[in-house]
């Protein structure tokens, strides 16, 4: 492990070692001159002096240990300068081993550099607190749906009012809705905003002061008040250049000339990440509905309220209302959650398990530097006996150790901190986007003291562990035994443990990566029900003032119609795309769902609620999507015409069991019933993982949407992106005041509803792979230095008849036995905590022993292929030369 | 039975001293007076001698300082100093008293130093 060469190049001799070296080097030169002159070889000549000289080394330690006391006597003893000293001399005997010194650095700095850039990611999303004062009494109040097992669910408005009016346990609770909207700007094109209609009360409820300006007042917010807002830092700094007069402005909101009352503070982005501004919700409990669900509620919890009595509380509230409201309210109860916990239920998961992972890569690590240092104490025993032997207390010996781990630590610590930098980046380019959301990691203040804390601990271990090492010496036998050190096979049964320890951390992590791979595989081969291949949406909304859906003519809504059938037309004549159609929900997009009755049958309150897809009659050959039975959608179908629907496999299969779903009549949203036309193959919705739901397709054209975002979709017969822009001039043409945004090909979406998982398994595979590789060094370092020490052994065992087949035989049963050990505990470990991963898994039980095995059998042909280089070794021991070095 | 470590340190000790009584001396110089005194009866690896030198420094005993040689090479000479001088005289007259014990193994007589 020395490189001496490129050392003596980069640090001449006597910086080294100015002293003693010089002094040394002179009495060993002279000799050598002494006997060239009387007729010797000069090889010859210093071989025999330093042969009679004895360990050069050894000499020049106590030399120094010497002049390090003389220089104690004559200032104190544990001064500043003996600690510097110390780390003089400490970093001397580093660099005299550099190869010894790199190894270690590096494969610190990577367990550093990768722990602490996970903990990074895990620092922004789980640990680092809501930027608002006692966030942990804030908690969101949902509503579930106990026919269809959701438990995230928005309220009604008139829920709304009541939890005020009911509530013992919150303080105070505000309710938002979201939506986009557009801003026109002048010379630029619209800019697409994320709106939030908010009760005046947010600001108390979170607790917080405004930047600029004022919130708006519940005068405001009344039905028919003044059009006001407070824009968020972001929408302020990017869109208004960060007008300090932007109070009293007006922005043309959706064609609405909308007054700035004030900017909100800059680390605030709630409800939901970028979001642009708040507007009055402008709603009384005079104007609420209660049929209609469109408001989350965020609360205060009063000083010593729980989530948990808060959750009862609301429970009964809801229980409540289920009486009072039969119909509104049906099978809908509450779900109250911390708001710091929303969003971050998967990703919790996800990142602890990915958290774990590293610190067992860390770990892995800093058993090889163990062993190394195990190793190089080993061949410093003589070192050591000779401090001792000239005095050197306990405590300058222990001084020196530390000090070489001090050394060791502040620059792997460096090393990995640099590396963590980029290792942030790395992984905020991979993770998926619900994750990036929550704001972009990075090294600060709390990572930067989890990586202090990190190598802390690893210094007091590298200092300990020589320390202990020295302790345990037995000085006569040193000296007298001089350099055939036998200290390493005492220490042996330790280090063999430290690798088997090794190779079960690398066997867990294994286990979990071909568990996350197999998911992975599952999902990607789900058949999505659509074909993403080619097919490219884009996102718009339509301001209500120039398309306007009145409640009154619903569904004669005509300036929608007409925007669509243009949009369609302008779109279908862009060369390059062979369909298009717009949907209210593009496929792998949840929706929504409705209750529904079937004519002719009692209605059936456990039938739960079918998932609503509003659709352009194209959107089923621009999918993908295959009918099954009956006709399509069709333009023909309008306002006017019979009102018709489709449904799909999972509906028939569910409410039409005799397969006689063609011809009967479905309403939902009232009195209205539909025919059901035809029967399409299922679409996966609730993303990859979840069964497709019953659900029925709409057209739009009888069925307008409500404003909203809405997606067009395109299947292209060119490559989908290249036709971003001819698609963005389309919309333009039919309206040149509606931005488009949210673009993406399918196959993409496809990809983003498996990000998680790919996420998961690519970190966890790498972490695997560098676990696998740390742990291979560690058998082989251990193994190669059982030989090296054990060569006298293996010469006599040769001498007296052992073949080199035998030799070999016993390196690979010294191999094999850490290898199987290690290998069990890693098995039993893994089957312990591999429930942990359920959550994450798809199609893939925890315990399936095929992982297992595969894992198990991988670890073990690599481990084994590592003992194959210290058992050649072995073989190749020359006895003869062996015996006579002793 | 063997010579304990501190014994051959006392021992190494005084035969350095003794090298030094006439004049600072590198420590290449006080090896070869050394062998020469002994006749090679000292079994103890050449080294050992300064680990010897640079406790004796610490103890002030000797003085080491770097100065050139005949041949005009850097080397570092040793001076015995005043304290030395005393420890010498008093350790050569205990070994005296234990002549009989000492005098046969280290081969040590008045004559050698020349």
Same mark, same amino acid.
């Given at each position: 492990?020395?490189?001496?060469?490129?050392?003596?190049?980069?640090?001449?001799?006597?910086?080294?070692?100015?002293?003693?070296?010089?002094?040394?080097?002179?009495?060993?030169?002279?000799?050598?001159?002494?006997?060239?002159?009387?007729?010797?070889?000069?090889?010859?000549?210093?071989?025999?002096?330093?042969?009679?000289?004895?360990?050069?080394?050894?000499?020049?330690?106590?030399?120094?240990?010497?002049?390090?006391?003389?220089?104690?006597?004559?200032?104190?003893?544990?001064?500043?300068?003996?600690?510097?000293?110390?780390?003089?001399?400490?970093?001397?005997?580093?660099?005299?081993?550099?190869?010894?010194?790199?190894?270690?650095?590096?494969?610190?700095?990577?367990?550093?550099?990768?722990?602490?850039?996970?903990?990074?990611?895990?620092?922004?999303?789980?640990?680092?607190?809501?930027?608002?004062?006692?966030?942990?009494?804030?908690?969101?109040?949902?509503?579930?749906?106990?026919?269809?097992?959701?438990?995230?669910?928005?309220?009604?408005?008139?829920?709304?009012?009541?939890?005020?009016?009911?509530?013992?346990?919150?303080?105070?609770?505000?309710?938002?809705?979201?939506?986009?909207?557009?801003?026109?700007?002048?010379?630029?094109?619209?800019?697409?905003?994320?709106?939030?209609?908010?009760?005046?009360?947010?600001?108390?409820?979170?607790?917080?002061?405004?930047?600029?300006?004022?919130?708006?007042?519940?005068?405001?917010?009344?039905?028919?008040?003044?059009?006001?807002?407070?824009?968020?830092?972001?929408?302020?700094?990017?869109?208004?250049?960060?007008?300090?007069?932007?109070?009293?402005?007006?922005?043309?909101?959706?064609?609405?000339?909308?007054?700035?009352?004030?900017?909100?503070?800059?680390?605030?982005?709630?409800?939901?990440?970028?979001?642009?501004?708040?507007?009055?919700?402008?709603?009384?409990?005079?104007?609420?509905?209660?049929?209609?669900?469109?408001?989350?509620?965020?609360?205060?919890?009063?000083?010593?309220?729980?989530?948990?009595?808060?959750?009862?509380?609301?429970?009964?509230?809801?229980?409540?209302?289920?009486?009072?409201?039969?119909?509104?309210?049906?099978?809908?109860?509450?779900?109250?959650?911390?708001?710091?916990?929303?969003?971050?239920?998967?990703?919790?998961?996800?990142?602890?398990?990915?958290?774990?992972?590293?610190?067992?890569?860390?770990?892995?690590?800093?058993?090889?530097?163990?062993?190394?240092?195990?190793?190089?104490?080993?061949?410093?025993?003589?070192?050591?006996?000779?401090?001792?032997?000239?005095?050197?207390?306990?405590?300058?010996?222990?001084?020196?150790?530390?000090?070489?781990?001090?050394?060791?630590?502040?620059?792997?610590?460096?090393?990995?901190?640099?590396?963590?930098?980029?290792?942030?980046?790395?992984?905020?380019?991979?993770?998926?986007?619900?994750?990036?959301?929550?704001?972009?990691?990075?090294?600060?203040?709390?990572?930067?003291?989890?990586?202090?804390?990190?190598?802390?601990?690893?210094?007091?271990?590298?200092?300990?562990?020589?320390?202990?090492?020295?302790?345990?010496?037995?000085?006569?036998?040193?000296?007298?035994?001089?350099?055939?050190?036998?200290?390493?096979?005492?220490?042996?049964?330790?280090?063999?443990?430290?690798?088997?320890?090794?190779?079960?951390?690398?066997?867990?992590?294994?286990?979990?990566?071909?568990?996350?791979?197999?998911?992975?595989?599952?999902?990607?081969?789900?058949?999505?029900?659509?074909?993403?291949?080619?097919?490219?949406?884009?996102?718009?909304?339509?301001?209500?003032?120039?398309?306007?859906?009145?409640?009154?003519?619903?569904?004669?809504?005509?300036?929608?119609?007409?925007?669509?059938?243009?949009?369609?037309?302008?779109?279908?004549?862009?060369?390059?795309?062979?369909?298009?159609?717009?949907?209210?929900?593009?496929?792998?997009?949840?929706?929504?769902?409705?209750?529904?009755?079937?004519?002719?049958?009692?209605?059936?309150?456990?039938?739960?609620?079918?998932?609503?897809?509003?659709?352009?009659?194209?959107?089923?050959?621009?999918?993908?999507?295959?009918?099954?039975?009956?006709?399509?959608?069709?333009?023909?179908?309008?306002?006017?015409?019979?009102?018709?629907?489709?449904?799909?496999?999972?509906?028939?299969?569910?409410?039409?069991?005799?397969?006689?779903?063609?011809?009967?009549?479905? @309403?939902?949203? =009232?009195? %209205?019933? #539909?025919? +059901? *036309?035809?029967?399409?193959?299922?679409?996966?919705? !609730? &993303?990859?993982? $979840?069964?497709?739901?019953?659900?029925?397709?709409?057209?739009?054209?009888?069925?307008?949407?409500?404003?909203?975002?809405?997606?067009?979709?395109?299947?292209?017969?060119?490559?989908?992106?290249?036709?971003?822009?001819?698609?963005?001039?389309?919309?333009?043409?039919?309206?040149?005041?509606?931005?488009?945004?949210?673009?993406?090909?399918?196959?993409?979406?496809?990809?983003?509803?498996?990000?998680?998982?790919?996420?998961?398994?690519?970190?966890?595979?790498?972490?695997?792979?560098?676990?696998?590789?740390?742990?291979?060094?560690?058998?082989?370092?251990?193994?190669?230095?059982?030989?090296?020490?054990?060569?006298?052994?293996?010469?006599?065992?040769?001498?007296?008849? @052992?073949?080199? =087949?035998? %030799?070999? #035989?016993? +390196? *690979?049963?010294?191999?094999?036995?850490?290898?199987? !050990? &290690?290998?069990? $505990?890693?098995?039993?470990?893994?089957?312990?905590?591999?429930?942990?991963?359920?959550?994450?898994?798809?199609?893939?039980?925890?315990?399936?022993?095929?992982?297992?095995?595969?894992?198990?059998?991988?670890?073990?042909?690599?481990?084994?292929?590592?003992?194959?280089?210290?058992?050649?070794?072995?073989?190749?021991?020359?006895?003869?030369?062996?015996?006579?070095?002793? | 039975?063997?010579?304990?470590?501190?014994?051959?340190?006392?021992?190494?000790?005084?035969?350095?001293?003794?090298?030094?009584?006439?004049?600072?001396?590198?420590?290449?110089?006080?090896?070869?007076?050394?062998?020469?005194?002994?006749?090679?009866?000292?079994?103890?690896?050449?080294?050992?001698?300064?680990?010897?030198?640079?406790?004796?420094?610490?103890?002030?005993?000797?003085?080491?300082?770097?100065?050139?040689?005949?041949?005009?090479?850097?080397?570092?000479?040793?001076?015995?100093?005043?304290?030395?001088?005393?420890?010498?005289?008093?350790?050569?007259?205990?070994?005296?008293?234990?002549?009989?014990?000492?005098?046969?193994?280290?081969?040590?007589?008045?004559?050698?130093?020349?």
């Amino acid at each position: 492990m020395e490189w001496p060469d490129v050392w003596r190049t980069l640090f001449p001799k006597r910086m080294i070692d100015p002293d003693v070296h010089a002094e040394i080097d002179f009495h060993i030169e002279g000799r050598i001159q002494e006997l060239v002159r009387r007729g010797w070889t000069e090889p010859r000549a210093r071989a025999f002096v330093l042969e009679r000289f004895g360990d050069v080394n050894s000499v020049e330690v106590a030399c120094r240990a010497y002049d390090a006391q003389r220089v104690d006597g004559a200032t104190r003893r544990l001064t500043i300068g003996a600690w510097l000293r110390d780390v003089r001399l400490a970093a001397r005997s580093l660099m005299r081993s550099s190869g010894f010194t790199a190894v270690v650095v590096l494969t610190l700095a990577l367990g550093v550099g990768a722990s602490t850039a996970v903990f990074s990611v895990v620092e922004r999303v789980l640990l680092r607190p809501l930027p608002f004062p006692d966030a942990g009494e804030l908690a969101v109040v949902w509503q579930n749906d106990r026919a269809t097992g959701t438990v995230r669910e928005n309220a009604s408005t008139a829920d709304y009012w009541d939890y005020v009016e009911r509530s013992e346990l919150f303080e105070s609770l505000a309710m938002y809705g979201t939506g986009p909207n557009i801003l026109a700007r002048d010379g630029a094109a619209p800019l697409r905003l994320n709106t939030a209609v908010v009760t005046p009360n947010m600001q108390q409820v979170l607790g917080f002061d405004m930047q600029l300006g004022r919130m708006f007042t519940s005068g405001e917010s009344q039905p028919g008040g003044a059009y006001v807002a407070v824009l968020s830092d972001r929408l302020w700094r990017d869109a208004l250049g960060a007008d300090p007069d932007v109070v009293g402005q007006t922005l043309i909101i959706d064609d609405v000339t909308v007054t700035v009352l004030g900017v909100l503070p800059a680390q605030l982005d709630f409800p939901e990440p970028q979001t642009d501004l708040w507007a009055p919700i402008r709603e009384t409990p005079a104007s609420a509905v209660r049929s209609n669900h469109w408001v989350r509620v965020v609360g205060r919890l009063r000083d010593g309220a729980t989530v948990e009595a808060a959750q009862a509380e609301m429970a009964q509230v809801m229980a409540d209302l289920e009486v009072e409201f039969a119909s509104e309210n049906r099978n809908r109860g509450a779900f109250v959650e911390r708001l710091g916990d929303v969003g971050r239920g998967d990703l919790r998961l996800t990142l602890w398990v990915l958290f774990a992972a590293v610190l067992s890569v860390l770990a892995i690590a800093c058993v090889n530097v163990a062993n190394l240092l195990l190793a190089r104490g080993a061949s410093r025993h003589r070192e050591v006996a000779v401090l001792v032997a000239v005095g050197a207390g306990a405590r300058q010996i222990t001084r020196r150790f530390f000090a070489e781990g001090a050394i060791i630590t502040v620059l792997a610590a460096s090393a990995g901190i640099g590396l963590a930098t980029i290792g942030v980046r790395a992984l905020t380019a991979l993770a998926p986007a619900s994750l990036v959301a929550f704001g972009e990691p990075e090294v600060n203040a709390p990572v930067l003291a989890f990586a202090l804390a990190v190598s802390v601990f690893i210094c007091l271990g590298f200092g300990l562990l020589p320390t202990l090492q020295a302790a345990r010496l037995d000085l006569q036998r040193e000296l007298k035994e001089g350099r055939t050190t036998d200290g390493g096979s005492a220490r042996l049964p330790v280090r063999r443990l430290l690798v088997a320890g090794q190779l079960s951390l690398a066997v867990v992590l294994l286990v979990g990566s071909t568990l996350l791979i197999g998911t992975l595989r599952n999902l990607e081969s789900v058949d999505p029900g659509f074909r993403p291949e080619g097919a490219l949406r884009a996102n718009f909304a339509l301001p209500f003032t120039r398309y306007p859906a009145n409640d009154a003519t619903y569904p004669d809504w005509p300036e929608i119609h007409g925007f669509l059938r243009s949009l369609e037309a302008e779109v279908r004549a862009v060369p390059g795309v062979r369909s298009a159609a717009v949907t209210l929900n593009h496929p792998l997009d949840v929706g929504f769902t409705n209750s529904f009755r079937i004519e002719g049958r009692a209605y059936d309150p456990t039938q739960g609620e079918m998932a609503t897809r509003l659709i352009t009659p194209g959107y089923i050959e621009t999918s993908g999507l295959r009918l099954l039975e009956g006709r399509p959608l069709e333009e023909a179908d309008r306002v006017g015409t019979t009102q018709v629907m489709l449904l799909n496999r999972e509906a028939v299969a569910r409410f039409f069991p005799e397969g006689n779903a063609i011809g009967q009549r479905i @309403a939902f949203w =009232g009195p %209205v019933y #539909r025919e +059901v *036309v035809g029967v399409v193959e299922n679409e996966r919705i !609730l &993303g990859l993982r $979840a069964d497709a739901p019953p659900a029925m397709y709409v057209t739009m054209y009888q069925s307008p949407p409500r404003g909203g975002e809405i997606t067009l979709m395109v299947r292209a017969d060119v490559a989908p992106l290249s036709l971003v822009g001819p698609v963005r001039e389309a919309v333009r043409r039919v309206d040149p005041g509606i931005p488009v945004f949210d673009v993406a090909t399918m196959e993409d979406t496809v990809a983003e509803a498996v990000s998680r998982e790919r996420f998961a398994s690519l970190v966890l595979t790498v972490f695997g792979g560098v676990a696998i590789l740390l742990a291979i060094l560690g058998v082989h370092g251990v193994l190669a230095y059982l030989v090296a020490q054990r060569g006298h052994e293996v010469g006599v065992r040769m001498a007296l008849g @052992a073949t080199r =087949g035998d %030799v070999v #035989r016993l +390196v *690979v049963a010294q191999g094999a036995s850490m290898t199987a !050990l &290690g290998i069990l $505990a890693g098995l039993a470990g893994a089957v312990a905590v591999s429930g942990l991963l359920e959550g994450l898994l798809y199609g893939v039980s925890p315990t399936d022993m095929r992982f297992y095995l595969a894992a198990a059998s991988g670890l073990a042909v690599v481990a084994l292929a590592a003992t194959a280089i210290p058992a050649w070794r072995a073989a190749c021991v020359d006895p003869v030369a062996s015996l006579r070095a002793e | 039975m063997g010579v304990d470590s501190d014994t051959l340190y006392g021992t190494m000790n005084l035969l350095v001293l003794q090298a030094l009584r006439d004049g600072p001396l590198h420590g290449l110089a006080v090896s070869r007076r050394i062998a020469g005194g002994t006749k090679g009866a000292l079994q103890v690896e050449e080294g050992a001698l300064y680990p010897a030198l640079h406790r004796l420094e610490r103890d002030g005993l000797v003085e080491g300082e770097w100065g050139r040689t005949e041949e005009n090479r850097r080397a570092k000479f040793y001076r015995i100093t005043a304290k030395g001088r005393h420890q010498l005289e008093r350790e050569s007259a205990r070994w005296a008293r234990h002549a009989g014990a000492v005098a046969g193994l280290l081969n040590l007589s008045p004559g050698w130093k020349a």
